[in-house]
Structure formats: structure tokens, C-alpha cells
């Protein structure tokens, strides 16, 4: 799904349900290609506020039992008009991940791809900060896909009209806070909550999903995760305004040590439905763990008796 390898360890989002712009095919092949996640994406000069730029175009293959085998040897961009090649567009080189990448969901071009499969991975895609020089503006390019039948074809097999839509900066605010702010070890959760405020003032924010990397303490403890919450899918806020909801739900177990969490919890998007950028939050929520109150009575017993054996000592 990815242009570039991210660890995904501790981050976690709701999927996009998009599906978009689908493809054309050879004639010769009965597999699916559709490109999945819109044609247009924004990519911008300072991704300072970015927890992660996400800049990419996303591409669906199907395949079914009793298709003849076929073979992706190469993928390419061709500018448009009045295409900057300071934007640095890339494409996938010799192979790709797909769904998410890990054992077994890498694909080397040139390999024949056989029965039945459902693939999702990144066809073009942007890495970091655009160039300075490139000014703001809609640029076009096309991404081509060609294999075919053999190893060394070269059929088209899907080609995609796409844009990338240059701006200085997504400006954005992020602020989330867990009600309540204080929990106990196995007891009661809390719930987070966000507002997003678009400061920008020509452009509206979509907010096309939203994701958690963890609440944690500092020291390697983490509260634990128990799902999402709200609906941060498709949320339009227009300039100067601000959109609020609930975000996930978290909790202490029985051993989660007492103290303070500060959550690294999300949104994603941009100026268009399907943009991925994942965007920091200025203000983080904070909970506090405390000890239940019968472990408290007996902490406060313990420390009653030891000054009770003090003064018998005096």
C-alpha cells in the first residue's frame, strides 16, 4: 500500500472504502486492475505538522482461478504538460509489497502471478517534502503498467490519468482529551476525543480517516487500545471552521503501571477524499492510572502500620 517503508508497529488506522477510476485491461487477460483511492492527491512543501506524508496513488489487482498467468514486468510515469520535474514523482522499481507488505506479500516484476488474488499496493507516490521551487498548483502525469503473458512483455495493462496538488502546508490544528482524565488499573476506560481546525484560508480539510500509535508513559508502558470511536471518515471542514468528535477508546489492565499517559492519537487527510497524510496533534490527551481503591485502603494500611511499629520502637 505504501511508496516507502514505514514501521507500523504501534500505528493503527481505519481503512478507507474506496474504490475509484478503474482501469483498462488487455483484452488478452481476464485480471482486474482498478486504481483505489482517487485520482488527485495534495503534496506539500513543509510537512512539518505531519506525523507521517503520505502522498500516494493506490492500485487494486484481482485475479481469479483459471486466469491465464500474468506477468507485471514494469511500471512508469510519463509527465504532462507543464510538469515540474522538481516534484520527483516516483513509481515502483523491480518490484512491489502489497497489502501491507510482510512474509510473503512482496512481488518481484517478471513473476508469473497465478490462481486467485486480491492485491492492493502503492503505484505512484511522493516521498517527503515537495521541492521548494515548485510552485503551488494541479500537475498531471500518467502512470502506465506493462506486462503480460511472458516475462519480458510489454502490454499495457492499466494506464491512470492522475494529479498531484502542490500547496505550501496543510494547516492544520489537532486537539485531542480523554474524558475521563483518570482511570483505574482493570477498571473504567476513557474515551478520546478531537477537534480539527482548518486555519487555512482558500482550501477545505477532509478528514478521510483517523489513527492511534499508542498512549504511553515514556518508560515502554502503554494503555491498552479497545477500538475506535466517532466518525472521522469524509468530514469536509471548510476554512476557519473546526469539526469535532469522538476518536478510540483505551483502558488499564490489572498491571499497567500507575502514572501518566500521553496519547499519540490522529487524523488523517488533506485536500482531497483519500489523501493519507497523518497529521500530529498540537495538544495530546493525558491520562492518569491510578490503584484501585481497595489496593489503595491497603497501601494506606501498610503505611499506617509501619508508623504504628515506629513509634513502638521509640
Same mark, same amino acid.
Given at each position: 500500500m505504501w511508496g516507502r517503508v514505514i514501521n507500523m508497529k504501534n500505528l493503527i488506522f481505519r481503512p478507507l472504502f474506496l474504490t475509484l477510476a478503474v482501469a483498462c485491461t488487455s483484452g488478452a487477460f481476464a485480471q482486474f486492475f482498478s486504481q483505489t483511492n482517487g485520482d488527485v492527491h495534495t503534496a506539500v512543501r513543509d510537512t512539518s505538522n505531519m506525523r507521517f506524508d503520505g502522498t500516494n496513488w493506490a492500485v487494486n489487482l484481482q485475479t481469479n482461478v483459471g486466469d491465464p498467468d500474468l506477468y507485471i514486468n514494469n511500471m512508469a510515469i510519463t509527465p504532462g504538460a507543464g510538469y515540474n520535474a522538481l516534484i520527483d514523482m516516483q513509481t515502483q522499481v523491480g518490484g512491489f509489497d502489497f497489502n501491507g507488505g510482510g512474509p510473503g506479500n512482496h512481488y518481484t516484476f517478471g513473476t508469473a502471478i497465478s490462481g486467485a488474488n486480491n492485491w492492493n499496493f502503492a503505484g505512484a507516490f511522493h516521498?517527503?517534502?515537495?521541492?521548494?521551487?515548485?510552485?503551488?498548483?494541479?500537475?498531471? %502525469?500518467?502512470?502506465? *503498467?506493462?506486462? &503480460?503473458? !511472458?516475462?519480458?512483455?510489454?502490454?499495457? #495493462?492499466? $494506464?491512470? /490519468?492522475?494529479?498531484?496538488?502542490?500547496?505550501?502546508?496543510?494547516?492544520?490544528?489537532?486537539?485531542?482529551?480523554?474524558?475521563?482524565?483518570?482511570?483505574?488499573?482493570?477498571?473504567?476506560?476513557?474515551?478520546?476525543?478531537?477537534?480539527?481546525?482548518?486555519?487555512?484560508?482558500?482550501?477545505?480539510?477532509?478528514?478521510n480517516t483517523w489513527y492511534v500509535s499508542g498512549f504511553g508513559n515514556g518508560l515502554g508502558d502503554f494503555l491498552n487500545f479497545d477500538?475506535?470511536?466517532?466518525?472521522? %471518515?469524509?468530514?469536509? *471542514?471548510?476554512? &476557519?471552521? !473546526?469539526?469535532?468528535?469522538?476518536?478510540? #477508546?483505551? $483502558?488499564? /489492565?490489572?498491571?499497567?503501571?500507575?502514572?501518566?499517559?500521553?496519547?499519540?492519537?490522529?487524523?488523517?487527510?488533506?485536500?482531497?477524499?483519500?489523501?493519507?497524510?497523518?497529521?500530529?496533534?498540537?495538544?495530546?490527551?493525558?491520562?492518569?492510572?491510578?490503584?484501585?481503591?481497595?489496593?489503595?485502603?491497603?497501601?494506606?494500611?501498610?503505611?499506617?502500620?509501619?508508623?504504628?511499629r515506629r513509634r513502638k520502637q521509640k
Open positions: 516521498n517527503g517534502p515537495v521541492d521548494s521551487a515548485v510552485a503551488d498548483g494541479v500537475y498531471d %502525469f500518467t502512470l502506465g *503498467i506493462f506486462g &503480460g503473458a !511472458s516475462d519480458i512483455a510489454n502490454d499495457t #495493462l492499466a $494506464s491512470y /490519468g492522475l494529479h498531484v496538488d502542490i500547496i505550501q502546508k496543510l494547516d492544520i490544528s489537532v486537539i485531542t482529551s480523554a474524558n475521563p482524565g483518570v482511570i483505574l488499573q482493570n477498571g473504567t476506560g476513557t474515551e478520546v476525543s478531537m477537534t480539527v481546525t482548518n486555519n487555512m484560508t482558500g482550501n477545505n480539510f477532509i478528514t477500538g475506535f470511536t466517532g466518525n472521522w %471518515f469524509d468530514q469536509i *471542514i471548510t476554512p &476557519g471552521n !473546526s469539526h469535532s468528535d469522538t476518536h478510540s #477508546l483505551w $483502558s488499564a /489492565g490489572a498491571s499497567t503501571p500507575i502514572g501518566t499517559y500521553t496519547g499519540d492519537n490522529g487524523v488523517v487527510g488533506g485536500l482531497h477524499f483519500g489523501d493519507f497524510a497523518f497529521m500530529k496533534t498540537d495538544q495530546q490527551a493525558q491520562v492518569t492510572v491510578l490503584v484501585p481503591e481497595p489496593a489503595s485502603f491497603a497501601v494506606l494500611g501498610l503505611g499506617a502500620l509501619a508508623l504504628i
